[in-house]
Nanobody
């Protein structure tokens, strides 16, 4: 059993910053790609940023230069530092990870419960 537990969401004014965290718990052999997605009301869930186990990153165009994804492999944790936040960034943010629970096992896709980010004055 694997759980992804997110924290760090909240209400922030435009131009402000937030840092999201997502820690993986349970039977974990290896974590591969980790990512953050977001979903605004009435819209689909979209990729925001992703990071490989080796530290390679990619970002959705609208967050480039403002958001930074990072990970601490020793803590099984991924972070999303969000700066210069805009009202359009308001959404529920979900953590995603590809995790193998046993040696030689295929990695499975896991999701966190979501954390609300609201950018408003």
């Amino acid at each position: 059993q694997v759980q992804l537990v997110e924290s760090g969401g909240g209400l922030v004014q435009p131009g402000g910053s937030l840092r999201l965290s997502c820690a993986a718990f349970g039977r974990i052999f290896s974590i591969y790609d980790m990512a953050w997605y977001r979903q605004a009301p009435g819209k689909q869930r979209d990729l925001v940023a992703a990071i490989t186990s080796g530290g390679n990153t990619n970002y959705e165009d609208s967050v480039k230069g403002r958001f930074t994804i990072s990970r601490d492999n020793a803590k099984n944790t991924v972070y999303l530092q969000m700066n210069s936040l805009k009202p359009d960034d308001s959404a529920v943010y979900y953590c995603n990870a590809q995790i193998a629970t046993l040696p030689h096992a295929y990695a499975m896709n896991y999701w966190g419960q979501g954390t609300q980010v609201t950018v408003s004055s």
